[in-house]
């Protein structure tokens, strides 16, 4: 979109329990369906930790056969999970994706120590069924697909990179076998207000580069007072990834896209195509400000920050090598 010139308490995550194996056995004890039941409330959505690496359970996509992974915890649908009986008894359950309503299992429910694990349809496998064990701090999460030494759960190799898929492998205390329950929470959808953690009083907003560079509109930070016309609206278009449409009474709407070239390439504009516009991934974070979030262009896995971390009004939002620093840090909070 090309324009000629003219004039809540923060989200974030929540622990489901401090004491994490506790937590864990009490959602297990309180949920009694079967798989093929309906959904159960929000409340009972959860997301599994790998203890080692601080990093959640998740299928990638709904796709049938779908690799289980470990990813940064980001509020994203994908890495919910919802615990259910299983119809094999024993103490049992099936662990449900909340996004594809598929069943974490192991594949072809071998007794193979390295088998992968998988997303499948929920069914009487036993590979589809797990026991729960206390151990080290979390649990131990043990599919039913052998009798004799039980095996568990891991992250291969008790790896801490983004990505490292599931096994099946032996209980050997590993620290990649360790899990507890948390409940990482998105950003609030629909209207919303963007400040940078770096200057909160500010919000994302319509301006225009500093230098004269482009005569175009641009996302820059300005006072929350006025930064409405545009309104900003937040779509999720897929797990965890996001569009972020600007409303304008004159304009229409516009979603942000980043510019990987011309004069201010890295500066955000708005779009009427918003169909081919930047995909943004929206993560919560703790550090450096408590209740913000961390906005990664998808595309690239950079991260958007204020230029030259600069915290007056007009500074603009630029895509950028992500660091620790607070001026890559934002909130999102309901319009």
């Known amino acids: 979109m090309r324009r000629p010139g003219h004039g809540r308490t923060h989200a974030g995550r929540t622990h489901a329990a401090l004491l994490a194996v506790l937590a864990l056995l009490l959602t297990l004890t309180a949920t009694q369906e079967t798989a093929s039941a309906a959904s159960p409330s929000a409340a009972d959505d959860i997301n599994i930790v790998a203890t080692h690496s601080g990093m959640c359970l998740e299928a990638a996509t709904a796709a049938e056969g779908e690799v289980i992974t470990q990813r940064g915890c980001a509020g994203r649908k994908n890495a919910l999970w919802t615990l259910k009986s299983s119809a094999l008894g024993g103490a049992s359950y099936q662990i449900v994706n909340v996004y594809s ?29 797990f026991t729960f064990t206390e151990a080290d701090g979390g649990v131990w999460i043990r599919p039913r ?154 595309g690239t896995g950079q991260c958007l920050g204020m230029a030259d971390g600069g915290t007056a009004e007009g500074v603009e939002v630029m895509r950028q090598t992500c660091t620790s620093a607070l001026s890559q840090e934002f909130f999102v909070d309901p319009e």
């Not at 309503?101 to 997303?119: D, F, H, M, T």
């Not at 309104?231 to 990834?241: D, K």
């Open 101 to 129: 309503g598929k069943c974490i299992a192991v594949e072809n429910s071998s007794p193979a120590v390295g088998a992968l694990v998988r997303q499948q349809t929920c069914g009487n496998q036993p590979g589809a069924s």
């Open 145 to 298: 697909t052998v009798s004799a030494s039980p095996l568990c759960l891991e992250v291969t190799g008790s790896s801490t990179a983004d990505g490292a898929q599931l096994r099946q492998w032996g209980c050997e205390r590993q620290s990649g076998s360790v899990f507890t329950q948390e409940r990482y929470q998105g950003p609030a959808l629909g209207w919303a207000k963007i400040r940078p953690a770096s200057a909160p009083s500010l919000c994302v907003t319509e301006g225009r580069d500093r230098k004269g560079l482009y005569r175009s509109a641009v996302a820059v930070q300005r006072p929350c007072a006025q930064a409405v016309p545009p309104r900003t609206y937040l779509e999720e278009v897929g797990a965890g990834r996001y569009r972020i449409q600007w409303h304008h009474p004159e304009f229409g709407i516009g979603c942000l896209t980043v510019m990987d070239g011309g004069p201010v390439p890295g500066m955000l504009e708005p779009w009427d195509a918003c169909s081919v516009a930047t995909v943004f991934q929206i993560e919560p974070v703790e550090t450096p400000a408590p209740g913000g979030f961390r906005i990664r262009d998808a």
